[in-house]
């Protein structure tokens, strides 16, 4: 089996390294493809994948495909590949919004796999939710899961309307701790505690919390409850939250991600 990713950006690379680091694929049969000279000049320096900067020489020897440029850059993409492609190739979207239809379109293909990755998979725990049109085999799926998880956990989900839901929780919900970790941090500097001290106290609890969490089976509302007694200082900053309405604000916020998703699958 022959993978090839197009676009060696932020997530093509680390979709290649992850692949390129598990037991699952051969690294000689990982080949990746990006139109950028000087990105090409740059990987090819490494020894993790055959780099090419001509897609006619790859993307014929191909037998799973990965999509990893920007979704507006998808047009001119599948203009550009749809000579090359053939229709017992599978190609596997990382693009945010863009549909199967679309791709199925634009490529005349047949055999496609919608993915929404998120940031965390540059450190091999990342969340990759993942669905596909009818024509892929279970056996087919099964292989591009295996891919997939290279980069973290994956989950499959039924219909493309959870790719756009999932990017309102994992693909952007990195971005929403980093926002809580930042309140954090400013607020420990307000009370004194130096830059390097904030970052310590905040990280830590924020990897000692999800380590409890994953170690458990308890609800984070039961984890809230052992950490929180009557009267203490806890209950008093959850007091403050509740009155301030901040988790209808956080749901508010992660369905303005998921609208906003399935606003660009249209545009
Ligand atoms: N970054 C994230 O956290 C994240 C999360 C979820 C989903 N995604 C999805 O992942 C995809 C890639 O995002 P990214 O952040 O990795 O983008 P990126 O860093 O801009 O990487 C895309 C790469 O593809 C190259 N490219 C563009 N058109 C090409 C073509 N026709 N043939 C070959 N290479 C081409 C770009 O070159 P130029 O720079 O020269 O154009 C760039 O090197 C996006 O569709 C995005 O929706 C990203």
């Known amino acids: 089996m022959k993978v090839l990713v197009i676009g060696a950006g932020n997530m093509g690379l680390t979709y290649a390294e992850g692949m390129a680091k598990?037991?699952?694929l051969n690294h000689r049969n990982l080949m990746i493809f990006d139109k950028s000279a000087e990105i090409i000049t740059t990987l090819s320096k490494v020894d993790h994948f055959d780099v090419y900067d001509d897609i006619e020489e790859c993307l014929p020897k191909a037998d799973i495909v990965f999509l990893?440029?920007?979704?507006?850059?998808?047009?001119?993409?599948?203009?550009?590949i749809k000579p090359l492609v053939n229709d017992q190739q599978i190609f596997v979207s990382l693009m945010a919004g863009i549909t199967i239809d679309k791709i199925q379109q634009g490529l005349g293909v047949k055999?496609?796999?919608?993915?929404?990755?998120?940031?965390?998979?540059?450190?091999?725990?990342?969340?990759?939710?993942?669905?596909?049109?009818k024509e892929i085999s279970r056996v087919e799926l099964l292989m591009v899961r295996n891919l997939l998880d290279t980069t973290g956990a994956s989950i499959h989900v039924e219909t493309e309307k959870f790719i756009d839901a999932s990017t309102g929780i994992s693909g952007s919900g990195p971005a929403y701790v980093f926002y809580f970790m930042n309140s954090m941090m400013e607020a420990a500097l307000k009370m004194g505690f130096s830059k390097n001290d904030s970052k310590v106290l905040v990280s830590q609890t924020f990897e000692g919390a999800v380590k409890l969490f994953n170690d458990s089976d308890l609800s984070p509302s039961t984890w809230m409850d052992r950490v929180a007694s009557k009267g203490g200082t806890t209950r008093a900053a959850l007091d403050s939250m509740d009155d301030n309405n901040i988790e209808e604000l956080i749901k508010d916020a992660a369905?303005?991600?998921f609208d906003r998703a399935v606003e660009l699958g249209k545009e």
Do not use: I, W
């Open 68 to 80: 990893a440029v920007k979704p507006y850059h998808c047009d001119a993409l599948f203009e550009e």
């Open 111 to 133: 055999k496609v796999v919608r993915s929404m990755p998120n940031l965390p998979a540059q450190v091999g725990k990342g969340v990759t939710s993942f669905t596909e049109a």
């Open 22 to 24: 598990s037991s699952f």
């Open 255 to 257: 369905y303005a991600a």
